[in-house]
């Protein structure tokens, strides 16, 4: 059994098929949504953790790229670099999922990896370029 975190970015032409339906009843898998974006005929974004026997779950992901679907690894996917923050604030207007906040009474910005939806908003909105993106295909499973 394997369990692994990934973000599906779906483009606009695919975003309304039935990806999780065949996830679960065609590969087995067990499929824990955790974090969804969805708009009709526009990109989507979900985040979710996948669990299932590893060649179930390999052949999931094959299947996925033949549809057209990004796949991300979301582990360590969005970094902080704290040291960088001057604590300015502008992330936390942006960020869509208070994965960035700003903890009273301390008025100082933090960074919580498990509400990141791996937007890449913060990216562009920080600047100070405390925030960056690893996309390391390599550790994908
Ligand atoms: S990528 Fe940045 S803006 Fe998007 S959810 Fe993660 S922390 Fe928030
Ligand atoms: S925008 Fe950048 S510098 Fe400002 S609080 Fe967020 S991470 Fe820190």
Known sequence: MIKQRIVLRFP???????????????????????????????????????????????QAVGWMKNQGLQIMNLEQQIIWRSERCTHCGACTVICPTEALFFERPEMTVHFAEDKCIVCELCLRACPARAMETLVDNTNFR
């Open 12 to 58: 606009p032409q695919i975003v309304e098929q039935p990806v999780i339906y065949h996830l679960i009843k065609d590969y087995n898998l067990m499929v824990n949504i955790l974090r969804a974006d969805i708009n009709p005929k526009k990109e989507g974004r979900v985040m979710m953790e996948l669990s299932g026997e590893e060649a179930d779950y390999l």
